[in-house]
């Protein structure tokens, strides 16, 4: 069973910045393809980004296309979210999984979310 942690969020101003960590524990975590989910309020939960065991591939939404980047550190257990031109639409609750199979998915194993805000 694998135990995944966000942290990061908060609030910032649209065109700031913010970097969202999920530290993963009780598996092997190279194992796993990562992705980063969000979740506005009123809408069903949207895939952001996802990235590949090895870290080679990665994927994302056309929405943070060009914005977000994501990325890990195997070594620490570790994927992330850095998230950059941020706007008001981005704000969302940001979950990050794990996935048995591949960062395609399916995902089997969810953290419990960070809030992101941001402000006009």
């Known amino acids: 069973q694998v135990q995944l942690v966000e942290s990061g969020g908060g609030l910032v101003q649209a065109g700031g910045s913010l970097r969202l960590s999920c530290a993963a524990s009780g598996g092997t975590f190279s194992s796993y393809g990562m992705g980063w989910f969000r979740q506005a309020p009123g809408k069903e939960r949207e895939f952001a980004a996802g990235?590949?065991?090895?870290?080679?591939?990665?994927y994302y939404a056309n929405s943070v296309k060009g914005r977000f980047t994501i990325s890990r550190d195997n070594a620490k257990n570790t994927v992330y979210l850095q998230m950059n031109s941020l706007k008001p639409e981005d704000t969302a609750v940001y979950y990050c999984?794990?996935?048995?199979?591949?960062?395609?998915?399916?995902?089997?194993?969810w953290g419990q979310g960070t809030q992101v805000t941001v402000s006009s």
């Open positions: 999984a794990a996935s048995r199979t591949s960062w395609l998915g399916p995902y089997h194993y």
């Open positions: 990235i590949s065991r090895n870290e080679i591939g990665t």
